[in-house]
């Protein structure tokens, strides 16, 4: 259990290390530029695709309109000459129908040029933040590098000191151990609190399991799964 309890303490100032290095402005800057940098090349490649699609849809829009203008003229055209009048009127409609054609394609083709200005300037403007971003990600790297290599002997001299004392200690309660790190479970050996509670998360233990800590030193919480041993015993 000692051993156990001093492999927490270790592991716990390694953290802390990390904690430390995580926590600086060389650090978020880094961490901000390169994750900005890993999502752009997609998005740029996004932003010219849907820019390719408004390119065809105006091209599209265009032809309609012209197609359909050119129908316009015309109906408005034998209207004008047609003397008997229920052909003209049918012409009439027929013309007021095309222009409502027209005015839509009309709408349309705005729509899309002004969708088309805004996927211009993002790009634009994703474009220019690029190598600024690749200047941030390059200065910051190298001062967590730096921060790193600062602490890189404190670091292997600890990792020293877990490796050592991993052989003293029973492999299932090591595993037990690094299975409740990793899902994030903070402290994971606990001491028993007052006599009868979970020094993780307060719980009363039942009889059975304190009879059980009684004798062998070392219970699983039900509750919060941390490991608890008996402070007074150890
Ligand atoms: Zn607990």
């Known amino acids: 259990m000692k051993e156990l309890l001093e492999y927490q303490n270790i592991d716990g100032q390694l953290k802390q290390i990390e904690n430390e290095i995580v926590a600086t402005d060389e650090f978020k800057k880094y961490r901000s530029a390169k994750s900005f940098l890993s999502n752009v090349e997609e998005t740029l ?35 004008d000459k047609s003397e008997n009048l229920e052909e003209t ?79 003293n200690i029973d492999p299932k309660m090591l595993a037990y151990y690094n ?9 994971v050996v606990v001491p028993l609190l007052d006599g009868s509670r979970c020094g993780g998360c307060n719980m009363e233990m039942p009889l059975g399991a304190m009879s059980k800590l009684n004798a062998t030193g070392v219970i699983i919480c039900d509750n919060c799964r941390r490991i608890i041993y008996n402070a007074r015993e150890d």
Do not use: H
Not at 179 to 187: H, S, Y
């Open 179 to 187: 299975k409740l790190k990793q899902e994030n479970v903070k402290k």
């Open 89 to 167: 009127s049918y012409l009439k409609k027929k013309a007021d129908q095309l222009r409502k054609s027209v005015d839509n394609l009309d709408k349309l083709i705005a729509q899309l040029q002004k969708e088309m200005k805004e996927v211009a300037a993002t790009f634009d403007e994703l474009g220019k933040r690029v190598p600024i971003a690749k200047k941030q990600y390059t200065e910051n790297k190298a001062m967590v590098d730096n921060l790193k290599k600062e602490r890189e002997g404190q670091v292997r001299k600890l990792k020293a000191e877990l490796e050592k004392l991993e052989k």
């Open 45 to 79: 490649k996004k932003i010219d695709a849907r820019a390719g699609e408004i390119i065809t849809l105006l091209n599209n829009a265009k032809q309609q309109y012209a197609e359909i203008d050119a129908r316009l003229e015309e109906y408005i055209g034998l209207a």
